[in-house]
């Protein structure tokens, strides 16, 4: 069975960081994508960043450019999603998925992704 574990959300001021993992089981992590998407309310889900297998290919949407990374730890079986200098419109459920496979590229859309986390609130104020 495969789950995935979100954590280190909160509230934070704006200008803040915060850093988000994403903790996997039941699958093969070293050969699997992983992706943060985020959802405010009102609006849809939408992608954030991906890193594919090997940890190679980092795409991120142009909004968290220069201000979010994401990373792997593959013999933790974690990813990461560092988040710096966040804004108001930051504010949302984040979620991490994972897309099992050898890929150059991870996917950079919700479809692409086979499993999901459950979500977490990340929540910055101005």
């Known amino acids: 069975q495969v789950q995935l574990v979100e954590s280190g959300a909160g509230l934070v001021q704006a200008g803040g960081s915060l850093r988000l993992s994403c903790a996997a089981s039941?699958?093969?992590?070293?050969?699997?994508?992983m992706g943060w998407f985020r959802q405010a309310p009102g609006k849809e889900r939408e992608f954030v960043a991906a890193?594919?297998?090997?940890?190679?290919?980092?795409p991120a949407a142009d909004s968290v450019k220069g201000r979010f990374t994401i990373s792997r730890d593959n013999a933790k079986n974690t990813s990461y999603l560092q988040m710096n200098t966040l804004k108001p419109e930051d504010t949302a459920v984040y979620y991490c998925?994972?897309?099992?496979?050898?890929?150059?590229?991870?996917?950079?859309?919700?479809?692409?992704?086979?499993?999901w986390g459950q979500g977490t609130q990340v929540t910055v104020s101005s």
């Open positions: 039941g699958l093969a992590f070293r050969t699997t994508n």
């Open positions: 890193i594919n297998w090997s940890g190679t290919n980092t």
């Open positions: 998925a994972a897309k099992p496979g050898v890929m150059t590229r991870p996917p950079q859309i919700a479809a692409g992704y086979a499993y």
